[in-house]
Every structure is written in structure tokens, then in C-alpha cells.
């Protein structure tokens, strides 16, 4: 059971260049979700996912898509990438909350940096 | 909107004493979820403790407790017997009831203890 995992650990851009950042889990979660963490600020939801073929905005979407084809996999795209962007990602996944605490398990991270 | 506020930017504590890292929150909802995550110096995220706002108990997980104040609308995580291990970021988290799930996260408290 590999959990959630997260490639690349680590990535440089240059600005303009575009990416994305792959996430999958193999724990069957109806719930994934892409998350910013950058310094005193915590983690910002950028987009979600309750279900396979649904997706939605968080508080932080401008700059990013996501489309969710299985319940396994949601990707992260940076359509073209500003300094602004350089941050941590985090991918996390979770059972809805009727099935349980509905707690989040969280990927290792994406350390980006656009120069 | 749902807020999380941890006022303890950073905190220190000596080995094998107790510590109480607070957070309050901020929610019209009735029903909510409340976390805790610890993540290390490695950069992991990892799930510590959950308080349902029905749940008439403070949740324990081992050395961790949550003082639920539902009232005072917090949720204080308190760790018993500090360790070095402790020394990380400690993050409190909400989720509101729904569909969507989206979790707010605090800013943090950095937790350092000393030998």
C-alpha cells in the first residue's frame, strides 16, 4: 500500500514554461485535493476533487488546472509558470466524511522553484 | 468563512514536560471536524488526532490529547512527555461540513524541545 505518492520531489522552471505535477493513490479515497504550503501561511487549497470526473476550486486556483479521469489519479498543471509559484505542493486524499473521520493523507510534496 | 487562527508562532518546551499548542477556529456550521498534523523537519505531513464537534469526549491518541472547548471555539492539542522527536511544525485544521471537504488550515506553530 504505497499511499499517496507525488512526482517529481523536486522541479525547476523557468518562467512561461508550463508542467505538471503527477499524484495518485491506492487507497480507493473519493476525496483529492492539491494544496500550497509556502512560509507562515500554512496550506492553501488550490483545487479539488470529490469523485472522478469532478473537480472544483479552492481558495488559491488562479494558474492551475486539474482534471480527475480515475479515482486513483489527479494532476496538477501549471499553465505557465510565475515566480509567484514557487511554493511546496502537496497532494492529499481522504475518505468522504460519512465513512469516516474523513482525515487527509498527504503526499511527500513537490518542492517548485520558477526563476 | 471558515478561519483557523494559532496565535503561538513558535513555542519551546523541555523534555518529558507537557506542552499545549493552541488553536481556535471559526465557523457558522454546526457540524465540523477538527485535526491536528505534525510535520517534521522532512517536510511529511503527518495526521495526529480528530475531534468531531458532536463527539461529547476529547479525543486522545496516545501522548496527544484535544482539549475541545466547543463554546470557546477551540481546540488545543496537548502533548504529553515531550520528546525530541516533537520538535516540528504543528498544524490544526478544520473541515466544515458538505460535500467538498475543503480543510482550512491554521499557520502553524513551530515547536522546538530542548534537552
Known amino acids: 500500500n504505497a499511499g499517496v505518492t507525488q512526482t517529481p520531489k523536486f522541479q525547476v522552471l523557468k518562467t512561461g514554461q508550463s508542467m505538471t505535477l503527477q499524484c495518485a493513490q491506492d487507497?480507493?479515497?473519493?476525496?483529492m485535493s492539491w494544496y500550497r504550503q509556502d512560509p507562515g501561511m500554512g496550506l492553501r487549497l488550490i483545487h479539488y476533487s470529490v469523485g472522478a470526473g469532478i473537480t472544483d476550486q479552492g481558495e488559491v486556483p488562479n494558474g492551475y488546472n486539474v482534471s480527475r479521469s480515475t479515482t486513483e489519479d489527479f494532476p496538477l498543471r501549471l499553465l505557465s509558470a510565475a515566480p509567484s509559484q514557487t511554493s511546496v505542493y502537496f497532494c492529499?486524499?481522504?475518505?468522504?466524511?460519512?465513512?469516516?473521520?474523513?482525515?487527509?493523507?498527504f503526499g511527500p510534496g513537490t518542492r517548485l522553484t520558477v526563476t | 468563512a471558515q478561519k483557523i487562527t494559532q496565535t503561538q508562532p513558535g513555542m519551546f518546551v523541555q523534555e518529558k514536560e507537557a506542552v499545549t499548542l493552541d488553536c481556535t477556529y471559526d465557523t457558522s456550521d454546526p457540524s465540523y471536524g477538527l485535526f491536528w498534523y505534525k510535520q517534521p523537519s522532512s517536510g511529511e505531513m503527518i495526521f495526529l488526532i480528530y475531534?468531531?464537534?458532536?463527539?461529547?469526549q476529547n479525543a486522545t491518541e496516545g501522548r496527544y490529547s484535544l482539549n475541545f472547548q466547543k463554546a470557546r471555539k477551540s481546540a488545543n492539542l496537548v502533548i504529553s512527555a515531550s520528546q525530541l522527536g516533537d520538535s516540528a511544525m504543528y498544524f490544526c485544521?478544520?473541515?466544515?461540513?458538505?460535500?467538498?471537504?475543503?480543510?482550512?488550515f491554521g499557520p502553524g506553530t513551530r515547536l522546538s524541545v530542548l534537552p
Open positions: 475531534q468531531g464537534s458532536y463527539d461529547q
Open positions: 492529499a486524499s481522504s475518505y468522504s466524511a460519512g465513512r469516516s473521520s474523513g482525515e487527509q493523507y
Open positions: 487507497m480507493n479515497h473519493e476525496y
Open positions: 485544521a478544520m473541515r466544515p461540513p458538505g460535500l467538498g471537504q475543503n480543510f482550512v
